[in-house]
């Protein structure tokens, strides 16, 4: 007891969209780094994801959306979370989403979003340096 | 048959080149090789030079041969591009069907050859817009399609009695291509006469791209009713597009790509034996896509070890005895997982390079990628120079002149020899296995192309794969690029527009039709008459895929990573 349990992260694919290369491979990144992860799988509602988060008592939610929907798709996340009380599960998300789009993103409550080119290592290190285990 | 060389030639090449690398030891035992290891974008080592010895048990007439002979090596056609060029078809479609159709007139009218359609994901998913689960999706990957109406508004004005259209569309794409056949039907346009392909490869889906509606038995059930019912009716269509694309995007290396499709193609061949047909009535429907990667040599030999391999699995293994048979017919798509967000501009060369690969090659038709395919849907102007880079090639290159201009290149045909091995032992390993359906039910070619993802992934972030722009040669410099944006409001109007259609329609006719879809799948009657029927009824995409699932099931991703 007392000793400090390891970050655990949900590593989820919201939406219809099947590009699951950069999520898969961020789920690994994280399990290298001695993370707890959870992965979604595909094809999850913002409903299904916040319910298996909170169940999985997740301290971070990482979003990966490649075809477009992010616009509805992560906001709708972070609505949810607040509607359950559990808006203290950080947010961040990943994959072809616009400049204009981040600043908005950010606005609704993401904490992060990390595009095309971005190292793992330095995806690990925000995590590590952002993320609290509740 | 022998060999090209004969002992005494080659035991001077052996003499000579011992030398040259004594000597290039010596230089670099100074100055070091430039890299440690040279390799492909695949991790393939590679050698400083080939010679006669690397090809040397090859066999010119019985590994190569001439274009349009078997084994096909170099060609599927004798004439190849000397007679005509390849088929310019860029992929396109975005926003409502009404917008695609514009940007299908503006391609055609650019000089492109053939039409291929993008559908959006509530589409790809067999959902209509209005789905809860499609919420925020509508028209932005493609174009959204609800009910035959939208076919309509699709190809409108367009001459599809003369030109063929490809269809990227896989767990409906029976139902898609039902409205097709439907829309030509109601233009007059026989089914006989009609010409194009759909994608209908789910097995590929649940390897690699991942859109999936019922598990995978009942899908090539399914698939394999769309081959049985193209073969007597639709002779012009290709029924099924075996996909390395999507299993190469996914982080497959190029021998995983060309050993995972080819074993797809094995599995479908053998689902229609298996339903009755003649090996020699289908398979030359059944056509090919590849991917072009970066690694320019590697590629050109993938293409042509495929299809040597495909010749000889379909001669050998499956008896078939008609030619066409045993042609791999293919389109390749330049590889969209290698393009860069950042400064989007270097993606036209990295496209340009690609495509040419395909050219020497041999494909049959391609789609080159557009420089900002990387963060939206491709600009007219973006989709132009794309499409110039096709002609470019073809007209001013002068790579056509020739076929198979590399053919005879120890390089290349050694690599060839190569990944047709490397591939065999794969297919023999899927076969240890049951085939393909079992392999994938063992998760074994996802967790194969997830290994190799991370490994590259990894070779990148340690600089040991270069990205140009991104991983060397960055800059901080923002690079604008113009972007399409597909209106939010296009959601709303699509709902509208297929609820107009619903209201309008005879619904116990819709009723009746739906009713009987549920019995084909329930039997064993063919899907695609009742499937063209429902269609013509104007029930909705949703409303038969629906019937699908509730008859098979609905399959779900196993999660693994």
């Known amino acids: 007891m007392g000793k400090k349990r390891h970050i655990r992260v949900m590593v989820a694919k919201p939406g219809l969209d099947g590009h699951d ?13 001695g993370f707890e992860v959870v992965y979604s799988g595909l094809h999850q509602t913002p409903e299904e994801i916040v319910e298996a988060a909170i169940q ?15 616009n509805y798709l992560f906001p709708r996340t972070i609505e949810l979370l607040r509607e359950k009380g559990a808006d203290d599960i950080d947010v961040c998300g990943g994959g072809i989403i616009p400049d204009e789009d981040i600043l908005k993103l950010k606005e609704e409550g993401i904490k992060e979003i990390f595009t095309p080119g971005t190292s793992l290592d330095d995806i690990v290190s925000w995590v590590k340096a952002n993320v609290k285990t509740r | 048959m022998s060999s090209i060389f004969d002992r005494k030639v080659f035991d001077e090449i052996e003499e000579a080149q011992t030398k040259w690398n004594e000597e290039l030891d010596r230089i670099f035992s100074s100055k070091p090789e430039r890299l440690k290891r040279f390799s492909t974008v695949s991790d393939r080592e590679i050698k400083r030079i080939y010679t006669p010895k690397d090809v040397g048990s090859q066999d010119f007439m019985n590994d190569l041969g001439f274009p349009g002979q078997y084994p096909f090596t170099r060609g599927v056609q004798p004439s190849m591009y000397r007679g005509r060029l390849w088929t310019m078809r860029m992929f396109a479609g975005l926003g409502s069907a009404t917008d695609t159709n514009r940007r299908f007139h503006l391609l055609v009218k650019e000089g492109q050859t053939g039409l291929s359609t993008a559908f959006d994901m509530p589409t790809l998913m067999g959902y209509d817009t209005d789905s809860p689960k499609a919420r925020g999706e509508c028209g932005k990957c493609g174009v959204a399609i609800d009910n035959l109406k939208d076919m309509e508004d699709l190809f409108d004005g367009l001459p599809i009695d003369k030109i063929t259209t490809s269809m990227t569309i896989n767990p409906p794409a029976s139902v898609i291509w039902a409205m097709y056949i439907a829309m030509a039907e109601k233009r007059g346009i026989d089914r006989r006469v009609i010409g194009g392909t759909i994608q209908n490869d789910m097995l590929k889906e649940f390897i690699a791209q991942k859109t999936f509606m019922c598990p995978p038995k009942p899908s090539v059930r399914v698939i394999t009713d769309t081959v049985e019912f193209g073969t007597n009716n639709v002779p012009r269509w290709n029924t099924i597009s075996i996909s390395g694309y999507h299993i190469r995007e996914a982080g497959s290396t190029a021998v995983q790509e060309l050993a995972f499709t080819i074993a797809d193609g094995i599995a479908y061949t053998q689902e229609a034996i298996d339903r009755g047909l003649d090996v020699d009535d289908f398979a030359p429907r059944f056509s090919f896509f590849f991917n072009s990667h970066l690694d320019f040599f590697e590629e050109i030999a993938k293409f042509r070890a495929a299809r040597r391999m495909w010749a000889r699995i379909m001669k050998e293994r499956f008896k078939a005895k008609d030619p066409r048979s045993w042609w791999l017919r293919f389109h390749t798509q330049t590889a969209g997982c290698s393009l860069t967000a950042q400064q989007p501009y270097n993606n036209v060369i990295r496209t340009a390079l690609q495509a040419l690969a395909a050219v020497m090659g041999g494909t049959q038709s391609l789609h080159t990628n557009s420089l900002d395919e990387v963060l939206a849907i491709p600009t007219e102007e973006a989709a132009t120079i794309a499409l110039r880079t096709q002609q470019i090639i073809a007209e001013e290159s002068g790579v056509a002149n020739t076929i198979d201009p590399l053919g005879g290149s120890y390089f290349v045909e050694s690599l060839t020899n190569q990944m047709e091995e490397e591939a065999f032992d794969i297919i023999n390993k899927i076969d240890d296995m049951g085939g393909m359906l079992t392999a994938i039910e063992k998760n074994y070619p996802q967790q194969e192309i997830a290994d190799s993802a991370y490994h590259y992934q990894r070779q990148v972030d340690q600089k040991e794969k270069t990205v140009v722009g991104v991983n060397k040669y960055a800059t901080d410099e923002e690079i604008p690029v113009d972007m399409l944006e ?7 109007l699509q709902i509208e527009k297929n609820n107009r259609v619903k209201s309008e329609r005879d619904a116990t006719s819709v009723k009746e039709c739906l009713e009987k879809v549920g019995e084909a799948c329930v039997g064993t009657q063919n899907v695609m008459e009742p499937l063209i029927e429902a269609v013509k009824a104007y029930a909705t995409l949703q409303e038969i895929c629906d019937v699908f699932r509730a008859v098979f099931g609905e399959y779900r991703d196993p999660g693994i990573y």
């Open chain 1, 21 to 33: 290369r950069g999520a898969r491979i961020i789920a690994r990144a994280y399990r290298d780094a």
């Open chain 1, 56 to 70: 999985e008592d997740v301290d971070m939610i990482g979003l990966s959306s490649l075809a477009g929907a992010h």
């Open chain 2, 486 to 492: 597909i209106d939010e409001e296009l959601e709303k």
